[in-house]
């Protein structure tokens, strides 16, 4: 026969049984928020921060020649192969060509520090060489680019390696590219001239330098990947000097790519980019 006091404390255990089970469940809860915001906030980074590229189109307001008003110029960098597939360079082509542009311009960093194997450099070739442009491409190497630089972009891209070309579009006024080699500066080839110059270079940290030596009107940098990671839009992982997309120095204006591919495998409120930009003639 049961008691009174066995009974009560059946009942206290009971409620003590719910009241930890209760407590569980809400503990599981909480954990299961936790980890799971983790989860998305990681699979976000990866998947639709790193890997959805935006196009970022600008005027550039220059006194240029009529002829080249209107001009496309589109800007890539930073391609860092093996954070991008195959697939992702196909949508890449896809996007750049869309647009029709008149001159590409790609400012080094085709891998990270890994070596590339041959089909590494197949993939590269038939991705550059499938980027059309209507006048001209022109690239700069970049701080992790080798000699593999040379053998995936030289047939389809003019490489300026510390010197100039100067471009004729339907006039004898001609824009002047000049590429900077960031790992090793030269300007023994570099002549001055009233042309309007557009300098291309990989490192934006070198603008100091290079502005002592060559009145550059416009200049397009890479390297720094606007700092994969942005919080009220101050980048986070880079230390270098210029990492914004836009400076003007002087009657310079330095415009720089947060790149396409990433060292960190996630991105945070920094899409990858292509920047297209139109050249307009100040009326």
């Known amino acids: 026969m049961t008691t009174r006091t066995e009974k009560n404390k059946k009942i206290q255990d009971e409620i003590i049984r719910e009241e930890a089970t209760k407590k569980f469940k809400k503990i599981s809860k909480i954990f299961f928020i936790i980890f799971g915001s983790i ?4 699979m976000y980074g990866m998947y639709i921060g790193a890997k959805v590229v935006i196009v970022k189109e600008e005027r550039i307001y220059e006194n240029i020649d009529i002829n080249y008003n209107g001009i496309k110029i589109v800007h890539i960098s930073d391609l860092l192969y093996n954070s991008l597939n195959k697939n992702d360079l ?6 750049i060509n869309e647009i029709n542009p008149d001159i590409i311009l790609f400012t080094g960093n085709i891998k990270k520090d890994n070596e590339l194997n041959k089909e590494d450099l197949e993939i590269l070739k ?12 022109y690239a700069v190497l970049g701080n992790y680019d080798d000699d593999s630089f040379n053998t995936v972009i030289e047939q389809d891209f003019k490489i300026l390696n510390n010197n100039n070309d100067l471009l004729y579009y339907k006039t004898s006024s ?18 001055e ?3 309007e110059k557009i300098c291309l270079m990989s490192n934006p940290d070198k603008i100091d330098d290079i502005l ?12 720094t990947l606007g700092g994969e990671v942005k919080l009220f839009g101050i980048p986070i992982f880079d230390n270098h000097k210029y990492n914004k997309d836009y ?15 990433n060292t960190i495998n996630v991105r945070y409120f920094n899409h990858p980019t292509i920047n297209l930009y139109r050249l307009t003639k100040i009326k």
Not at 126 to 137: M, P, R, V
Not at 179 to 186: E, H, V
């Open 39 to 42: 989860f998305l906030i990681i």
């Open 90 to 95: 196909e949508k890449i082509k896809n996007q």
């Open 126 to 137: 038939n991705f550059f060489g499938s980027l059309n442009a209507k006048i001209n491409k």
């Open 174 to 191: 001609p824009l002047e590219f000049i590429g900077f080699n960031t790992n090793d500066l030269k300007y023994d080839d570099i002549k």
């Open 193 to 195: 001239s009233n042309n």
């Open 212 to 223: 002592e030596h060559v009145n550059c009107n416009i200049i397009f940098a890479g390297e």
């Open 247 to 261: 400076y003007q120095i002087n009657n310079t204006k330095l415009y720089i790519s947060n790149g396409l591919g």
